[in-house]
């Protein structure tokens, strides 16, 4: 190590140290106030040595579990919308921390990854997702040669399901049609416009997203055209959730009713108010809806009435319930809710579809084919 003093009294404190990655000699330094003292050579050469380690440190061979999820996160910046990258990090904030940021990667096992996910008292659900994220971080850990194989990808599973455990998921909290015609009762006088959007959300199977980002041009007579869908994380409009998002879906006589009954809403109220928008949804002011207001009368307003929270994610689902008990098809229904095949439709609604087929059996168990001889 040697010194330098600069122009304003303090000094500069350099050393070489071999990098381990290129094998060359690399030259660091530090500044400290004052003059070259042995105490302050004392402090450079403890600096100097750590960043040198830092630097080391940062090799694919002594990358810790922290350290990969920030090189994760910054590379899905780059390559995905800000609404994925954004879930993503949610997720991984709070599981690397779980699992230990300081743990170096290539000492990780899968035996480890589990028992600390076991830790948590979280239902199976959210264990699996959170196996599903670790998984896609060591994956591209693999592909970017942060790791040396794929076998601790290969041994984590998802955790199975026990058919004795309810797990109550988002998806299963469709509302019955009692339910919905009482809640429809209660806002109907409460909150005329949270009424209209409700009963536009269930007969058209949008998104909330979807609805929110949702232009007057975007509705014609006969359909109604989603491109674009409100990313409530950063908000701001982005491109739809997947490509098969992009849809027109249908516009059948009582969603025709109900789009009738907003356009009426809406130029009633902005002629009194003298507001001029091109959202279909739009505030006073002439922006786009809250999701976050409109979320929050909708879980409260549920638990009023049925005596359960819901979120606005409950009307899609209880447009599907509907068709599903209708009879509509799998195809078809698949096909309005922007879903990239059937196969997820299925998966998703795999308990609304077994509760229609036991309805069915139950009617069929009433009938009688052939006449009694």
């Not at 609404?83 to 993503?88: H, L, M």
């Not at 929270?309 to 008990?325: K, Q, V």
């Amino acid at each position: 190590m040697w010194s330098e003093a600069t122009p304003s009294g303090d000094t500069i404190y350099r050393e070489r140290y071999k990098h381990p990655l290129t094998g060359k000699l690399k030259k660091y330094s530090v500044t400290l106030k004052g003059k070259d003292t042995a105490k302050n050579r004392k402090i450079a050469s403890q600096e100097l040595e750590r960043k040198f380690q830092d630097d080391c440190y940062a090799l694919p061979d002594n990358i810790t579990l922290g350290e990969l999820q920030k090189r994760y996160a910054a590379y899905q910046r780059k390559t995905f919308k800000a609404s994925t990258y954004r879930r993503n990090e949610y997720v991984l904030e709070t599981l690397v921390p779980l699992i230990g940021s300081s743990v170096l990667l290539k000492n990780l096992t899968a035996g480890y990854i589990r028992d600390k996910l076991l830790e948590r008292t979280d239902n199976p659900v959210t264990l699996n997702e959170y196996v599903k994220r670790i998984k896609a971080m060591l994956r591209w850990a693999y592909e970017s040669d942060y790791l040396e194989n794929t076998v601790i990808i290969d041994k984590l599973k998802r955790f199975s399901i026990s058919k004795n455990v309810e797990v109550i998921r988002p998806e299963d909290k469709y509302l019955e049609p009692e339910q919905l015609e009482a809640l429809f009762d209660y806002m109907e006088k409460s909150k005329e416009q949270w009424y209209l959007l409700t009963r536009f959300l269930v007969l058209s199977g949008l998104r909330i997203g979807e609805a929110i980002a949702l232009d007057k041009s975007d509705i014609s007579e006969t359909d109604i055209t989603v491109n674009k869908t409100f990313d409530v994380v950063n908000r701001e409009i982005t491109t739809p959730k997947t490509a098969a998002s992009n849809r027109q879906v249908f516009i059948q006589p009582e969603l025709a009713e109900v789009i009738k009954d907003i356009k009426r809403f809406n130029r009633n109220r902005d002629i009194l108010i003298g507001c001029r928008s091109s959202h279909f949804f739009h505030t006073d002011q002439g922006e786009r809806i809250s999701y976050q207001a409109y979320s929050k009368y909708m879980r409260e307003t549920t638990e009023k009435v049925i005596g359960d929270r819901r979120t606005p994610h409950c009307l899609r689902h209880t447009h599907a319930s509907l068709l599903f008990a209708d009879g509509v098809s799998i195809d078809t229904i698949s096909r309005r809710l922007g879903h990239e095949n059937s196969k997820i439709t299925r998966e998703i609604y795999l308990h609304i579809i077994e509760k229609v087929k036991e309805k069915d059996r139950e009617i069929l168990s009433t009938k009688r084919i052939l006449k009694a001889r």
